[in-house]
Every structure is written in structure tokens, then in C-alpha cells.
């Protein structure tokens, strides 16, 4: 089950479920899923199904069928169909007994006998009837199987046909930039071979953005997360097979957040050399030019491919000449819906990518735009040495060398005299031990790094600046950087001879 608010894994975390701010769930309460659903996710299919099987097991029907229907309301999902199963099993056994009524005595039981054999004849040539009009529709009529494709909303669940079925999962590659409408055609195409192959099965393809293009069998779950797009189809009840593509609104977010990402690179280049860089590759060099680590994908398609005229096919359009940051580099795509031209995706306002540090609940919070890519626990500097005020990032650099060993850790992300960095110290994350940096654990600053720019905003502060409560914190964020063969990747961005003098 994905939690709303997924943050970077914590040490600690390894068997606890973060409700809220300081409210942990371990998965060993007895009342783990009622208390998924008060105070996590009123809506989780995993948490109603587990509650289903609780009240059938001692014997409360009733609460069970309402959890079972309750965990059909989410689809796709892994517990819809044992749901499905679970309500028209306990529905059989709820049914009572039809009394077969006895025959009458005398001369009246031959009658009812020749009435009822007329009426069984008259309803066996009726069915037979409907067998052969069937069989004509079947023959002559059109045999093409036709596709349905949804955008925004989940297909209703529940069919006026009600039928055991078994959920058959495969996963469809499509390479980074594929068009949707080949996305759609291959998807119809396939789900149509699969249900050939296995005609008394639903089939599922959840599509997903790799370098391969075969259709296999769903092995792993996690897939299901990274899917763009979804199909369904079942030959015994449906005349469609059903195509979705998934959280167009959430995509676009991602997409917003990498645009900010690299026009803050951009802005900061253009403050460091008087001009933007002709090509937007001189943003991915060797340190200390490695203004930023990867291109982020643009989300609606896909791709991280950079054109220098917009023609809508995805990916980016990176304009030198223009004068703003919005103008200069901005998604391929026809960004609100209905206008296909470069000035509707160029609308996307530019807001910097902005750090904020929360002294008072020891917090760092990310902000790509409106767009919360991060929330992570960090240390400070003892005595009050963490400085308040607003800074910039002046320096990327991962395995910085300090007077000794390991001292900033993975990465760092330098200021001047103080720096967000990396620490083995993990005891210290949390609390008031540094000499005044910044301090996250070795595996969340890795994390971090890649999605923090040169020339990102850093405010610190305590009290709580910055924070934007309606902000969704993006799951997965580092789907950002999946792209394949994208500029940036393996760019060496250590400093093999220099030794940083931060506070630490």
C-alpha cells in the first residue's frame, strides 16, 4: 500500500508507518488498518480488505461485505478482484433455501406434471432459439473488438455481468518519447493477442517507459507504480478493451518540477557568465561547471529529449535567446490541453527551486514551484550556529573532501561558510551537534542532491517559512531522473584535489 505522503526512507522506518508529524504506525497493532483508515486513508483498499477478512472471520457479515465493497471502490487494484470474490462467496452463503413445493394429492399432481413439462418445452425452445440467434450475430455480424481510452477518470466498478474471472498482469515496455497514439494502438493490439492466448482471463497490461518493447508477465509490483498507462480486457463481457492513461494532473506536476529545476540552473548560469549557454549540455559538466546532475524527463510523454523549436512532440524546448527563464526552456507539449503552441506551454511561470530549513522542527523541505519534492529530518549547528537568513547554492559537490575523512559525507551543497551535507553521524540528524552546517544522513542527502540546482534558494529560518500545507509532496520524485541516455548522466562531479573548509 503507497502511503499519500511517501518521504525518503529513514533508518528508523524500517517497521513503522509515519501517520503525521510525530504519529508512528507499526504494522504489528492489531488495530494497524483501522487506524490506516481514521488517520492515513479513509479510502485504502489494502486496509478494507484486511477488515473484510476480520469480520468474516468472526463471523460479522454484514461489516465484512460493506470492507469488501468499500475495497472495490479502488481500481485498478491488488485486492479488487479477491474483494469481488470474497462478496459473491458470502453472498451465495447468505442466500436462503428456495422450498420446493409439494404436489397436491389426487388427480391434480398428472395436470400440474403435463403443465409444467408443456412450460419447461416452451422455455427450452425459447433458449434454443436465442442459442441460434446468437450463433447468426456471432457468424455474420462484425467481429472487430473496438478500444476505449480514458484520460482522467477510473472505468466504474461493477458490471451488470457478474462472472468468475482470474486476473492475468503483464507489463508492455515503450521506449521514452513514444507517441500516445502508438502507446494506444500497441496496447489494443496486444491485450487482443493475450486474450487469445488465455480466453477465460482478465487481462491487465500496465504500460511503463523503458528501452525494451516486449510484453512479459507481471513479476514485480512495484511496476505498477512507475505504469503511465493501463489496459484491460476481458473477451467473455467486454466489447472494448479499455485503455486509461494515469494521473494526467500528478504528471504534470512532475513535468512542472523538472522545468524549475533546470531554468534555475539556467538563471544561475546566466549570473555566472553574463549570457545563457548556447546548448543547455553545458549545464552537465565536470565539476565546478556541474550546475546541475541530470535532464529531468518531461512527464506527460516521457521523454527528456531537447528540441530548439516547439512542435509538441515532448520532451523540451530550450530557446538561448530569449530573454526569461519561462521563455527559455519549457515543456514540449501542448500544456494546457487545448492549445497546441508554444506560447500556452511557455506560460508555465518560472519560480526557483527554493530549500527551506524549519530550524524549529529540525525539518528540510524541497520546493520545485508549488511542488514539495522533498521532506527531510536534518541536523543543525549547536548553541544557535545554524544561521538564519536566505542563501544560495554556490557549490555541487558529491564525496567532498574535509581536514578529515568523511567529515561532509556523500554530497554536499555548498554556501559559503556553511553547507547542507551528508553525515555518518546519524545520532545527530535531528539534533543540535554541528558547528553550524546542515546535516542529513549519508542516504537522504544522496537522494537529494540530483534534484537541488546551482543557484537554488536556501532559506532558514524557525518559523516555518516557506511551508505550504496544500502542496502535494510527489511520490517517487526520482522518477524525475529516469530518463534513459539522458545528458548529465555519469558527469564527474567530485573535486579529487580540493579540501572544503566548512563550518561542518
Not at 502511503?3 to 507499526?26: E, T
Not at 457468424?139 to 461493477?158: I, Q, R
Not at 510523454?301 to 509538441?312: I, L, Q
Not at 521532506?375 to 550556529?385: F, H, K, Q, S, Y
Request: aromatic letters at 8%; glycine letters at 8%.
Amino acid at each position: 500500500m503507497q502511503h499519500l505522503r511517501q518521504r525518503f526512507k529513514s533508518p528508523a522506518a524500517d517497521k513503522l508507518v509515519r501517520l503525521h508529524k510525530n504519529i508512528y504506525l507499526n504494522r504489528s497493532d492489531p488495530k494497524y488498518h483501522e487506524k490506516v483508515i481514521t488517520y492515513l486513508d479513509p479510502h485504502s483498499p489494502e486496509a478494507h480488505y484486511k477488515l473484510g477478512q476480520y469480520f468474516e472471520n468472526n463471523g460479522n457479515i454484514g461489516k465484512a461485505l460493506q470492507h469488501y465493497k468499500e475495497a472495490m471502490n479502488t481500481y485498478p487494484s491488488p485486492y479488487y478482484f479477491p474483494a469481488s470474490g470474497s462478496i459473491r462467496r458470502l453472498t451465495k452463503e447468505k442466500a436462503p433455501a428456495v422450498p420446493v413445493p409439494q404436489a397436491a394429492s389426487g388427480a391434480a399432481a398428472p395436470r400440474t406434471k403435463r403443465k409444467s413439462a408443456a412450460a419447461g418445452l416452451k422455455m427450452l425452445l425459447l433458449v434454443l432459439l436465442f442459442i441460434n440467434v446468437l450463433l447468426l450475430a456471432l457468424l455474420y455480424g462484425p467481429t472487430a473488438v473496438s478500444k476505449v481510452v480514458s484520460a482522467f477518470m477510473p472505468w466504474s466498478v461493477g458490471k451488470e455481468v457478474t462472472y468468475e474471472s482470474v486476473e492475468t498482469a503483464f507489463v508492455l515496455h515503450f521506449p521514452y518519447g513514444e507517441p500516445q497514439k502508438a502507446v494506444e494502438e500497441a496496447l489494443h493490439k496486444k491485450a487482443l493477442q493475450l486474450a487469445s492466448d488465455n480466453p477465460k482471463q482478465t487481462i491487465f497490461l500496465y504500460g511503463v517507459r523503458t528501452v525494451d518493447n516486449q510484453a512479459v508477465p507481471l513479476s514485480d509490483e512495484q511496476l505498477k507504480t512507475k505504469a503511465f498507462v493501463v489496459a484491460e480486457y476481458n473477451p467473455a463481457v467486454d466489447t472494448a478493451v479499455k485503455i486509461r492513461f494515469l494521473h494526467p494532473e500528478f504528471q504534470k506536476l512532475r513535468t512542472t518540477a523538472g522545468a524549475q529545476l533546470i531554468r534555475t540552473a539556467l538563471e544561475a548560469y546566466a549570473a555566472d557568465h553574463g549570457s545563457a549557454p548556447s546548448s543547455v549540455e553545458q549545464l552537465f559538466q565536470p565539476y565546478p561547471h556541474n550546475y546541475a546532475s541530470y535532464m529531468p524527463i518531461e512527464a506527460i510523454t516521457g521523454s527528456a529529449h531537447v528540441r530548439t523549436v516547439f512542435d509538441g512532440s515532448g520532451g523540451w524546448v530550450y530557446d538561448a535567446q530569449a530573454q526569461e527563464p519561462a521563455r527559455m526552456f519549457y515543456p514540449n507539449v501542448a500544456w494546457d490541453g487545448a492549445s497546441g503552441t508554444a506560447a500556452a506551454s511557455a506560460s508555465l511561470p518560472f519560480e526557483p527551486v527554493t530549500v527551506t530549513i524549519d530550524k524549529s522542527a529540525h525539518l528540510l523541505r524541497l520546493n520545485a514551484g508549488p511542488v514539495v519534492l522533498a521532506e527531510l529530518p536534518v541536523g543543525l549547528g549547536a548553541d544557535g550556529r545554524t544561521p538564519d537568513g536566505t542563501f544560495n547554492v554556490m557549490e555541487r559537490v558529491r564525496e567532498p573532501q574535509g581536514s578529515r575523512p568523511g567529515v561532509y559525507g556523500s554530497a554536499a551543497l555548498g554556501m559559503g561558510e556553511i553547507a547542507i551535507h551528508g553525515t555518518a553521524d546519524q545520532a545527530s540528524v535531528g539534533a543540535n551537534r554541528s558547528l553550524g552546517c546542515i546535516r542529513l544522513t549519508n542516504e537522504a542527502m544522496s537522494a537529494l542532491y540530483p534534484l537541488v540546482p546551482r543557484g537554488a534558494r536556501v532559506v532558514i529560518g524557525s518559523d516555518g517559512e516557506g511551508r505550504n500545507g496544500s502542496a502535494p509532496v510527489l511520490v517517487q520524485p526520482e522518477l524525475l531522473l529516469s530518463g534513459n541516455g539522458v545528458m548529465g548522466r555519469g558527469a564527474e562531479e567530485t573535486a579529487k584535489h580540493r579540501v572544503f573548509h566548512w563550518l561542518g
